[in-house]
């Protein structure tokens, strides 16, 4: 293909994946703080950081693998320290995806990253629900709002952080409980008593796994676990036995490309294992984990794979009635959604 050719081609897919009523399953809000505002809270906070400039902040993003990431991602959340930061930061994240035709997200936090600094769970809680709730009636877009749990941390620390997020899991507002951070080492079954607790008290439940771990990783969160939906999930495909069951049961994967292709899980975005995973039923999603540290959002993520992976609009289109149904929303909003899918393709899409 020709460059002028080529160029139309990623607009016309773009614009096609834009309609599409999207949602997003897994966002770590603190992964979408982009370095202006990361330098602009350090100021306003008077918070220490080891950059002068943005351009400075944006060198830093190179990782090598999962670790490395995380030692940046932890240091860069410093600098939220306010009910207003969280708020800022919700919405300025809302606004990018619903500019991506999002209609829904489900979006995690990690309190223990703010806890630990001494900022009250109730600023980090209250300034993210108040800009979900503007963005539903601003934006038209709706969200979910999922606790994560710090996995290199003690259980012990976990159980802690759940009890002080009752008030919002009491009322509903928190929906489900998620497992973040360091994957190796630290398997599934470490937090299995917190899992129970969290089901006990009526939560979703997801977790990552399979990202940097190891394909028992997948099964023991599925089977130990007993979560509803698996983060990243790429190394189930190293065990048939495992992939035929995840289809079978019709889990849902939180796929990331490029936090995939940022972190080292591909060397190049045509290696990556989305088509593979399609064509072996599984229930895959596309979605940005971190999009300021990686180098896109939603809609970014979804154009990468088409193109690498020279995705059909029915491969498109399956990602997202994917991301619709493996949602945590209720089966008629789900319909309605999955109409509007339709009128879209009916229309010209
Ligand atoms: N926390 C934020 N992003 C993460 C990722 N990709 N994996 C594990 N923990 C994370
Ligand atoms: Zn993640």
Redesign the pocket.
Known sequence: MNETAERRSTKNVRAFLRDLPKTELHL?L??SLEPEMLMHLARKNRVDIPFRSVEEIRAAYRFTE?RS??DI?YQGMNVLCGEEDFYDLTMAYLKRAAADGAVHVEV?Y?PQGHTARGVPIAAVTDGILAALADGREQLGITSLLIL?I??HLPEDDGFATFRQAEPWIADGRIAGLGL????KGNPPGKFLRLFAAAREAGLKLVA?AG??GPAVYVADTLDVLGVDRI??GNRALEDPALVRRLAERGITLTV?PL?NLR?CGVTDMRHHPLKRMLDAGLKVTVNS??PS?FGGYLLDNYVAVAEALELGRHDLVALVRNSIEGSFLEGPVKQAHLGRIERVLETGG
Do not use: A, I, K, V
């Open positions: 770590h603190e992964g999962l990431f995380l991602y995690f990690d994560c710090l996995r973040d951070s360091t994957e990552h990202e940097e983060d990243h990331c936090s972190l984990d971190d540290y």
